[in-house]
């Protein structure tokens, strides 16, 4: 027998919940870097699948749906800290077009997965490329407003009236 699950806005978020909301990504100097309102319908996602980074869902963890949370996220609970040896050097001349500072350029890792790389400095000689996540080292505020909770495992639906 199937049990049923009514709604119940006292159900809180754990692992494997699916989870209904919107959030913001902003710099510390309130710069946004992504915000799912501007998308109608709030965004849909599994804790624990991958989809979020692990300090935001830290930050989930607990909440229930009317629930609204910002934090204030550091480097190593966001994209990390910025890492020196993420810089490489490339001799400029194996360039098939002449890199330019600012630029992003997409490489193939030994696994043939995209990786992509901002150009740090070029001479004529060495082009330096940045391989850290462009929000490496930086801090974050994450903000999240929280539409639906549904325990793992259930499913939710909707009922006509």
């Known amino acids: 027998m199937t049990d049923i699950v009514y709604p119940n806005e006292e159900i809180r978020i754990e692992q494997g919940s699916a989870v209904r909301l919107h959030f913001s990504v902003a710099l510390e100097n309130g710069v946004e870097i992504d915000n799912t309102r501007q998308h109608d319908a709030p965004v849909q996602l599994v804790m624990g699948d991958g989809n979020l980074l692990p300090g935001f869902e830290k930050a989930?963890?607990?909440?229930?749906?009317?629930?609204?949370?910002?934090?204030?996220?550091?480097?190593?609970?966001?994209?990390?800290?910025?890492?020196?040896?993420?810089?490489?050097?490339?001799?400029?001349?194996?360039?098939?077009?002449?890199?330019?500072?600012?630029?992003?350029?997409?490489?193939?890792?030994?696994?043939?997965?995209?990786?992509f790389g901002v150009?740090?400095?070029?001479?004529?000689?060495?082009?330096?490329?940045?391989?850290?996540?462009?929000?490496?080292?930086?801090?974050?505020?994450?903000?999240?407003?929280?539409?639906?909770?549904?325990?793992?495992?259930?499913?939710?639906v909707n009922l006509l009236e």
Request: aromatic share 8%.
């Open 60 to 115: 989930l963890l607990g909440l229930k749906a009317g629930d609204r949370r910002t934090v204030h996220l550091p480097p190593e609970d966001a994209f990390g800290p910025w890492n020196p040896d993420n810089i490489q050097r490339f001799d400029t001349v194996k360039f098939e077009d002449m890199p330019a500072e600012g630029h992003i350029i997409e490489f193939e890792d030994k696994a043939k997965a995209s990786v």
């Open 119 to 156: 150009v740090k400095s070029v001479n004529t000689d060495i082009t330096e490329i940045d391989f850290n996540h462009p929000l490496a080292g930086k801090n974050i505020t994450f903000a999240v407003e929280v539409f639906k909770v549904i325990p793992s495992g259930q499913q939710a």
